[in-house]
């Protein structure tokens, strides 16, 4: 599989674990049986849609988790930021240069440029 293929692969499935979390946050807390029904429902088919895009490829997920994680803070970050305006404090930025550095050397260690 090409490697931008893969990297968009993650990225969508990011998005989806990211969102699907945050439907079910928002469902969790919604006011309304309907409203908290219908979010809750959408989370699980998003999170299940995650769950598709991400065991459908025959990859090494487990030498792509590095990608993967950073992928997903990056998502998480931003969902949180757009979806719910909670802004980025300095412990999670450090915390989350930390993440991507650690995806950096999950993925590149050991590999010829």
Not at 70 to 88: E, G, H, K, R, S
């Amino acid at each position: 599989m090409n490697s931008l293929v893969a990297l968009a692969i993650l990225a969508v499935a990011a998005l989806l674990e990211a969102g699907g979390d945050a439907l079910v946050r928002v469902g969790l807390h919604a006011p309304s049986g309907g409203s908290k029904a219908s979010y809750l429902a959408a989370g699980a088919a998003v999170l299940f849609a995650y769950g598709v895009t991400v065991n459908t490829p025959s990859w090494d997920f487990g030498r792509l988790l590095g990608v993967y994680v950073t992928l997903f803070f990056v998502a998480a970050q931003a969902i949180n930021y757009f979806a719910f305006n909670v802004q980025l404090t300095l412990p999670i930025f450090v915390g989350g240069a930390l993440i991507v550095a650690g995806g950096m050397v999950i993925t590149f260690w050991g590999t010829t440029v």
